[in-house]
């Protein structure tokens, strides 16, 4: 008999997936704090909200694939990533009509503002679906969001706040 585990998709949907069926999904996200308010990516709805990042491709290092990504996803360049935490889930994509179910790292690091303007030009196809423009919210008000993610990292911006 194959081994199961319980897999969760961006909904909160819950699925029971094959080991055999799961692809490794090593991903990076930036915790970007300035003035107070963190840059957030709204996804999949009113008022939810995830950190800007993304899988990471072959050959790439976390800190490298952490800049790129905030800059597809913001618009805005960032520097100095420095690892703040890493958590392990089973997540299901989905989106297309076979879904996808990865057991992702998830890394996310502390990066510095350097420059840059909000954007969605860097948007793939996907993104353009169920993301909104990147938007700088009050770290204060961070308890009235929804999350997008499997992860509630809402206590991560907390320390990196409080360190600064």
Not at 1 to 19: E, F, L, N, P
Not at 103 to 114: E, F, K
Request: glycine share 8%; aromatic share 10%.
């Amino acid at each position: 008999m194959a081994r199961t585990i319980k897999s969760v998709d961006v909904h909160g949907k819950t699925y029971d997936v094959s080991v055999e069926d799961l692809r490794w999904r090593p991903s990076a996200y930036g915790i970007v704090i300035h003035e107070g308010k963190v840059l957030l990516s709204p996804q999949f709805g009113e008022n939810r909200y995830d950190l800007p990042g993304g899988g990471m491709d072959l050959g790439e290092t976390p800190e490298v694939a952490v800049i790129r990504e905030v800059k597809e996803e913001t618009g805005l360049d960032v520097a100095n990533p420095k690892l703040v935490d890493g958590v392990s889930r089973f997540f299901t994509f989905a989106h297309t009509n076979n879904a996808e179910h990865v057991q992702s790292l998830m890394l996310y690091y502390a990066c510095d503002l350097v420059g840059g303007a909000l954007s969605i030009e860097g948007f793939d196809e996907y993104e353009k679906e169920y993301a909104r423009m990147a938007v700088w919210f009050p770290a204060a008000d961070l308890d009235s969001i929804e999350i997008a993610s499997t992860y509630d990292w809402r206590n991560l911006i907390k320390e990196v706040a409080h360190a600064i």
